[in-house]
């Protein structure tokens, strides 16, 4: 399956064949994140135990700790996040990096399944209502700032501390979170739809009189 960009770069699937081995894990490791995020919007974020989990899994806790280490990581579990990074690697180093990372983020959001789909907004919606989670998250920005300006330094022959690499990587995080928080008024917009335009306003550089 194939994706192409808004420059007409073609982007590739990401099919590929795991072991047995690990697609027990991933199985295991994928009914625990749905368990706990469907205990997590009935009952509450903080009113749900690790035992909870393991429960409605049907594992002990001690299991549940050989794949997250906490409630938090469980949120936090992201599996996208290797997609997007092989579909920004797919595009041509020409390619303008918020460019690549508006196509690299489409190539894989518009091939998500039901549930996928479904885990994204799920997270969203508790990131949003979770002040413990929304703590957390800002708290790893500065990591996340050196996770996006590694990706981008990389590629451009850059170093990661180049002051031009982390004012992008910011900018980056900036209008995604901006993005994410606007959710809170309208709960069933299209995320994707939103990150992108974000972007593609970062793109254009933040002007204020920006109309598309």
């Known amino acids: 399956m194939k994706s192409v960009g808004a420059d007409g770069a073609s982007l590739p699937g990401f099919a590929r064949t795991p072991g047995l081995r690990e697609r027990k894990k991933l199985r295991t490791r994928a009914s625990i994140q749905k368990e706990a995020m469907r205990l997590f919007l009935e009952r509450g974020f903080e009113k749900t135990t690790i035992e909870d989990i393991a429960e409605a899994v049907d594992i002990s806790p001690s299991t549940f700790f050989n794949y997250f280490p906490s ?5 936090f579990q992201d599996d996208l996040d290797p997609l997007i990074l092989e579909a920004f690697d797919a595009q041509p180093s020409t390619v303008n990096p918020i460019r690549r990372l508006r196509n690299a983020m489409r190539a894989v959001f518009e091939n998500l399944t039901p ?77 994707v739809k939103l990150a992108d335009r974000a972007l593609a306003h970062l793109e254009a550089g933040l002007p204020l009189d920006w109309k598309a």
């Not at 409630?71 to 949120?75: D, S």
Request: no cysteine; hydrophobic share 50%; proline share 2%.
């Open 71 to 75: 409630k938090e990581a469980v949120v």
């Open 115 to 191: 549930d996928q789909e479904r885990l994204v907004r799920e997270r969203t919606r508790l990131f949003l209502s979770t002040p413990e989670l929304r703590g957390a998250m800002l708290s790893q920005f500065a990591d996340l700032v050196n996770q996006v300006a590694e990706l981008l330094a990389t590629r451009a022959g850059r170093k990661t501390s180049d002051f031009a690499v982390r004012n992008m990587a910011g900018a980056v995080l900036g209008v995604l979170l901006a993005s994410m928080l606007m959710i809170t008024d309208d709960p069933k917009a299209d995320m």
